[in-house]
């Protein structure tokens, strides 16, 4: 091991127990965290494993890695919605990996532990070999009988969904075949927000809230929006009708639907957009968009849910849409 690179125990003193804010974490000094949720609350856990040039590339910034392998758990909290409290930390260290490099993914961690008020209570730290892959368990706090499934949905309950779609996957495709969106009319700034999408999601947990009053189901888009439609309708036994024309769109996915049609329709269904899906009773829908709105994160109404057993209808231009002619389609 080189000599500016810690043993693991003084590598958990020196990078992590910092972060470890929480007094159950008893600042990583021991095997295990008691965590204890508060009165009449019950806990929400997710688990999402990363690995480099699978789910971010190797070369990224240390600060964005870490970002991202919190931010995708926590949306799945907010999709619950749960409020984050807490997370675990599995880190594979690749057999190259420098101090520095350390300091930085664990100044990420903090960053994000600030602005989004949870905290490291534990977790484990191993040589992975020839690549960086990581781990977080993520916890989170919800009211009794509370929690926000896939599967509460109705027929006749509108389909919203939070943010704008496409972007990250657009950005992915940008990282992959860089220049290829300034051949399609993109201008730099444009290019950035895609690329910045696709690095650094945006959990939507203060929708957590709105979403535990008003959703009858709920679900994060991490597989796509079409993909994950097809999961929440599937496991609510329900069908949904997907206008692709009411999709929120980004300036930039604006300028690619005119410009290159078939590569925004497979970014359009591509994944990696974290934001949320929610199913609302017709009743609920006034009470949810205001909230939203007041909450800083405003939703759009996409589609609506039908009896069925978890098909999937695309409208565009007020007629029918072949799933078979979106490119990247997947069968569900």
Known sequence: MAADRPHEFELIRRYFAPLATDPGSLGLTDDATVFKPAPGMELVLTKDMLAADVHFFAGDPPEAIAAKALRVNLSDLAAKGARPCAYLLGLGLPDDWSASWLERFASGLSGDQ?????????????????????SITAIGEVPEGTAVRRSGGQAGDLLYVTGTIGDAAAGLKERLDPGLLSRHGLDEAGIQHLLTRYLL???RVRLAGTIRLHASAAMDVSDGLLADAAHMAKASSLSLTIDLDKVPLSAPMQVL???????????LSGGDDYEILSLVPPEQTAAFEAAALSSGC????????????????????DQPLDLET??????F
Request: proline share 8%; with cysteine.
């Open 114 to 134: 600030a602005a989004f008020d949870v905290a490291l209570i534990g977790g484990d730290t191993i040589r992975s070999g020839q690549s960086l892959q990581l």
């Open 201 to 203: 999601p945006q959990p």
């Open 257 to 267: 639907q005119g410009s290159a049609p078939d590569l925004f329709l497979s970014a």
């Open 298 to 317: 405003p939703v759009t109404c996409i589609g609506v849910a039908c009896e069925g057993e978890g098909a999937i209808s695309l409208m565009r231009n």
């Open 326 to 331: 979106i490119p990247g389609f997947r069968h």
